[in-house]
């Protein structure tokens, strides 16, 4: 993956997305705001974005931000924004997850959904976004993560050539993607009955200069997201 694979991955899939990964994906979504616990005049930042489609499902009482890479998609956020009146979003950019204009700890939570194995440098996306979260604040990430199962691990692997293609690396691996990236955890769940989909909610109280030795230690629950 690099950044004109995304953008182009993405420009093609800008008008069909919400069809496409809309309902498919609708339950990671809403099992991870809810898992915000979002309080009244948060400034929360979303993390691509895309077109928007999880914008009327924060509670009106925050300040939402998002960016996002493609500007098509962000075209087809903004039409939702007007249509549906949500004033609680306060702007979307076309921004760089990797190298983000904000300044530091600009947001109470930063969330990302779908986007970690999207980015050419997940480590890099991870330390931006803890960068521009207030300290003690909270991240929240939604994605997809290699299969423990034989036969799909097998798919992933074949699939991982055609990554730039298909929008997004398929075998990332969970433990190692934590590890990597010292992450607090506070909690990781399924938000899919196949646990396709790993929720994964992180304290910010970690520098990015900070390494772990041994992932740190999490509960993994795999019951579905409630």
């Known amino acids: 993956m690099n950044l004109k694979t995304v953008k182009d991955t993405y ?3 800008a008008k069909v997305y919400d069809l496409i990964f809309g309902a498919a994906l609708d339950a990671g979504r809403k099992a991870a ?10 400034r929360i930042l979303e993390v691509g974005v895309g077109t928007g489609i999880s914008l009327p499902m924060y509670p009106h009482d925050v300040q939402i931000v998002g960016i996002d890479i493609s500007a098509e998609m962000l075209d087809v956020a903004h039409k939702r924004v007007a249509d549906q009146k949500l004033h609680h979003v306060e702007s979307l950019r076309v921004m760089d997850a ?3 204009d904000f300044p530091d700890q600009s947001f109470d939570k930063v ?10 440098h997940p480590e890099r996306l991870i330390s931006e976004m803890r960068r521009v979260c207030k300290p003690d604040g909270e991240l929240i990430l939604v994605n997809h993560f290699r299969s423990s199962h034989r036969v799909i691990n097998g798919v992933e692997a074949i699939l991982r050539p055609f990554a730039g293609w298909i929008g997004f690396t ?3 691996e969970l433990s190692q993607f934590v590890a990597d990236n010292g992450l607090d955890v506070i909690d990781i769940r399924d938000t899919d009955f196949l646990g396709h989909w790993k929720l994964i909610r992180c304290r910010n109280n970690i520098l990015p200069t900070q390494t772990t030795a041994t992932p740190p230690s999490f509960q993994h629950t795999s019951r579905q997201a409630a």
Do not use: F
């Open 98 to 100: 990797e190298q983000m």
């Open 33 to 42: 705001i809810r898992a915000m616990h979002c309080a009244t005049d948060e």
């Open 170 to 172: 398929p075998d990332v």
């Open 111 to 120: 969330i990302a959904m779908y986007v970690a194995s999207v980015v050419p």
């Open 11 to 13: 420009r093609r899939y």
